[in-house]
């Protein structure tokens, strides 16, 4: 009986050991998308993502959408250059997203703007030139 005892408590030790690892490690993302006209075809968007550490770099074309999963209890900042234009927003803030699987953010002549549907883009940011 006390081994049915102990095995029992050390099952559910397991359990809410996992269950805690898993609550702490579940991803949400964020995506952007460079939404600006082809015009800019040979204007590089260059977009930094960071958080405690650089987690992605890259310029990304007309059209195209980079995608970054996320720890929930992180603010990811995201820095882009157009040209001589710039801008700064968090890509993923929990005070604001906690709760939504994905936040869009679109690439606009005049800015950044987001949304949790994809569909009715709020605007955020505009590009800044000093």
Same mark, same amino acid.
């Given at each position: ?46 977009? &930094? /993502? +960071?958080? #405690? ?10 059209? =195209? ?5 996320? @720890? ?33 953010? &679109? /690439? +606009?002549? #005049? ?10 883009? =709020? ?5 800044? @030139?000093?």
């Amino acid at each position: 009986m006390a081994n049915h005892s102990l095995l029992f408590s050390l099952a559910l030790v397991i359990f809410f050991l996992c269950a805690t690892l898993h609550a702490e490690s579940s991803t949400t993302g964020f995506e952007i998308k460079n939404d600006l006209p082809k015009e800019y075809a040979d204007v590089p968007l260059d977009i &930094l /993502v +960071k958080s #405690d550490k650089l987690i992605d770099h890259q310029v990304l074309k007309v059209g =195209k959408t980079l995608k970054v999963g996320v @720890t929930q209890n992180a603010i990811y900042y995201v820095r882009a250059i157009l040209g001589n234009e710039f801008a700064s927003v968090h890509g993923f803030d929990p005070s604001r997203d906690a709760g939504h699987e994905t936040v869009f953010w &679109l /690439v +606009k002549e #005049d800015g950044f703007y987001f949304n949790y549907d994809n569909a009715s883009w =709020k605007k955020d940011s505009p590009w800044d @030139t000093e």
